[in-house]
Nanobody, 121 residues
Framework: QLQMVESGGGLVQAGGSLRLSCAASGRTFSDYDMGWFRQAPGKREFVARIISSGTPTYAGFLKGRFTVSRDNAQNTVYLQMNRLKPEDTAIYYC????????????????WGQGTQVTVSS
């Protein structure tokens, strides 16, 4: 079992920045690909992914505003979010999986509890 705890969410004005963290424990963190997803009313979507070696993948709508990174020594994955927009408002979740690369939420095995991000206009 891999346990994950997200932090860093909050209320920010449009154009501002937040940095989300996801601290993992319980298994060998570096064995897992880590994903960030977000849930808004009626919609869950892939945001970013970083594989164990550090290569990232981003959702197309981000257009360079977010950066995902990981520190395997600290068992933590990060999501730096810049130039935030009101439509970025959502609960953000980190998730973990092994095996084939994926941007599909249902294919991830472990999930954190989520952290709320609210962007005001």
């Amino acid at each position: 079992q891999l346990q994950m705890v997200e932090s860093g969410g909050g209320l920010v004005q449009a154009g501002g920045s937040l940095r989300l963290s996801c601290a993992a424990s319980g298994r060998t963190f570096s064995d897992y690909d880590m994903g960030w997803f977000r849930q808004a009313p009626g919609k869950r979507e892939f945001v970013a992914r970083i594989i164990s070696s550090g290569t990232p993948t981003y959702a197309g709508f981000l257009k360079g505003r977010f950066t995902v990174s990981r520190d395997n020594a600290q068992n933590t994955v990060y999501l730096q979010m810049n130039r935030l927009k009101p439509e970025d408002t959502a609960i953000y979740y980190c998730a973990a999986k092994r095996g084939d690369l994926s941007t599909v939420a249902n294919e991830y095995d472990y999930w954190g509890q989520g952290t709320q991000v609210t962007v005001s206009s």
